[in-house]
Structure formats: structure tokens, C-alpha cells
């Protein structure tokens, strides 16, 4: 039963955050509306401002393959390991 709600629960979030997704752009489109009342323009703003803040950008991109970056370039080796420090993408055989 504690798996159900669980799941319904993340359904739920996934449901408003991808509602805010979609109200982001059209928010941010609003504010170079010139008569949009200040007060309207300060919530868009702070709402705007909390999704990014809740979705730190780009994060799906260190999952993704890339080119190894100590490898020379024509080798072109891919890699799914990155160096944790630099975040840098890393062939098993620079990968220490
Ligand atoms: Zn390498």
C-alpha cells in the first residue's frame, strides 16, 4: 500500500512541475508585457525564479555519453565515466 501512495504522490508532483514547465515560458513572455501590472510582475518573477531553483539546468546532459576529453580527438573514445571534481568525461583507461 506504501508503494501506491508513493507513486501517486510523484504523479502528482510530475503533474505541477510539469505544469510549471509549461507556464514558464509564457511567464517570462508576459513580463515584456508593458502594461502588465507591477504586482503581476513581481509573482511571475518570483515564480519564474523558484522553477529554477527547483530544476537546476542541464542536469540530464552528465548521463549521456560523450567523447573522452584526455583522449586524443581522432579517437573519439565514448564514455559513460566522469570525473567527479571537474565533471569532465573520462575512458576507462584515463579513468582512474
Ligand atoms: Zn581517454
Redesign the pocket.
Known sequence: MARKSEKALSRKKFAIKLSEDLLAPWMKKCLNIPTLPQSTRTIIRELVKLDLNIQPPKQSDSKKRKN?T??QYNLR?MTRNFYQTCSRA??G??HV
Request: proline letters at 0%; aromatic letters at 12%.
Open positions: 573522452c584526455f583522449c573514445r573520462m575512458c583507461e584515463h
